[in-house]
């Protein structure tokens, strides 16, 4: 009688730690950086998580509200996410749900209710991408707010398609920095046309389509970081502002050597430079913008202006995706 009281108990105290470890990561880069990520035992309880939402349980369960997004999250990654995808595009989606809760807790038919919408509505977005490749990479699920009675959280998923076959740029790569809305850009110096791209896409796009990954997903903690050039400057750079002076393209209307149509050497530099920021840890000499112990995801490009004073800064910035890569998952199509 003893020994079966122990081993209730045991699986008793496993389930609470299994409980705790749902909870949504937001720690900073520090933090992470002095705790490393165990990918063990993320694993195990993504696969907890994604057990309870997608199986029958009593209609009395419920769970945390802090740890809804985490089994929202983790569900669907597990189950559609496909993180060796490649192609030349990527279509970002998000949309907004509401949770009725109860003293602080969510019942897990309502868990099981909105991973359905979240996934019906990625396969909307999914259905409307004319292409024969096509694949979710990931789907970050965040909460926006909260009240008495019931919790908004944002899925924002990440769709690569497309099939071109881009390695480097070579020498009709001449492309405008931005394309100012469609208006404006494309081609330029030697070649035109094409103007629905630029630089900043065609960079981005050469970024996706040379990643490579087994097969897998990607599990929480998800996160998003901005970069903008001068996070990223060229320990190598001779003082000029003509060339290189960051890993991603930034020049000065004032300068003698301000030019808005980038070479073919200068696409396949900032390429080399966004892959730096994209793969390389923040830790050390010339840091990327990856944090320890997370994979890269996808790139978000696009160009820009702003104005300080009596001159105008035309730039390259965007936003990295990033995640724990785990080997396997379901990797159902949507």
């Known amino acids: 009688?003893?020994?079966?009281?122990?081993?209730?108990?045991?699986?008793?105290?496993?389930?609470?730690?299994?409980?705790?470890?749902?909870?949504?990561?937001?720690?900073?880069?520090?933090?992470?950086?002095?705790?490393?990520?165990?990918?063990?035992?993320?694993?195990?309880?993504?696969?907890?998580?994604?057990?309870?939402?997608?199986?029958?349980?009593?209609?009395?369960?419920?769970?945390?509200?802090?740890?809804?997004?985490?089994?929202?999250?983790?569900?669907?990654?597990?189950?559609?996410?496909?993180?060796?995808?490649?192609?030349?595009?990527?279509?970002?989606?998000?949309?907004?749900?509401?949770?009725?809760?109860?003293?602080?807790?969510?019942?897990?038919?309502?868990?099981?209710?909105?991973?359905?919408?979240?996934i019906d509505s990625i396969r909307v977005s999914y259905m409307k991408i004319v292409s024969s490749n096509k694949n979710l990479i990931a789907v970050e699920v965040s909460s926006v707010s909260e009240q008495s009675d019931q919790i908004n959280v944002k899925a924002v998923s990440v769709i690569i398609y497309g099939n071109s076959q881009l390695g480097r740029f070579d020498t009709t790569d001449y492309w405008l920095w931005w394309n100012m809305g469609g208006n404006y850009g494309g081609k330029c110096g030697p070649y035109s046309g094409q103007t629905n791209l630029d630089a900043a896409i065609e960079i981005q796009q050469h970024v996706m389509l040379r990643k490579g990954l087994s097969n897998g997903y990607y599990a929480p903690p998800i996160v998003f970081s901005n970069i903008f050039p001068e996070d990223f400057t060229n320990p190598n750079h001779s003082g000029s502002d003509c060339y290189f002076k960051y890993y991603l393209y930034e020049n000065v209307s004032t300068s003698?050597?301000?030019?808005?149509?980038?070479?073919?050497?200068?696409?396949?530099?900032?390429?080399?430079?966004?892959?730096?920021?994209?793969?390389?840890?923040?830790?050390?000499?010339?840091?990327?913008?990856?944090?320890?112990?997370?994979?890269?995801?996808?790139?978000?490009?696009?160009?820009?202006?702003?104005?300080?004073?009596?001159?105008?800064?035309?730039?390259?910035?965007?936003?990295?995706?990033?995640?724990?890569?785990?080997?396997?998952?379901?990797?159902l199509p949507l």
């Open 256 to 331: 003698s050597c301000c030019h808005l149509c980038l070479a073919p050497f200068e696409m396949n530099w900032y390429l080399n430079g966004a892959e730096h920021i994209c793969y390389d840890s923040e830790n050390g000499l010339n840091p990327g913008a990856r944090p320890d112990g997370l994979s890269f995801i996808s790139l978000d490009l696009t160009g820009d202006m702003i104005y300080p004073m009596n001159y105008t800064v035309y730039l390259i910035h965007g936003t990295v995706k990033y995640g724990v890569f785990i080997q396997g998952g379901n990797q």
């Open 1 to 118: 009688m003893k020994t079966n009281m122990l081993k209730l108990l045991s699986v008793v105290i496993l389930l609470i730690i299994l409980v705790i470890g749902c909870k949504k990561n937001q720690t900073s880069t520090t933090e992470e950086k002095s705790n490393p990520i165990n990918i063990q035992k993320i694993e195990s309880v993504v696969k907890y998580c994604t057990d309870r939402v997608q199986n029958s349980l009593k209609t009395t369960d419920s769970i945390p509200i802090d740890s809804t997004s985490y089994y929202l999250e983790a569900a669907s990654n597990y189950t559609h996410g496909i993180a060796s995808a490649h192609g030349d595009s990527q279509k970002i989606d998000s949309t907004v749900f509401t949770i009725h809760c109860n003293n602080k807790k969510v019942a897990l038919t309502d868990i099981r209710s909105i991973y359905s919408a979240i």
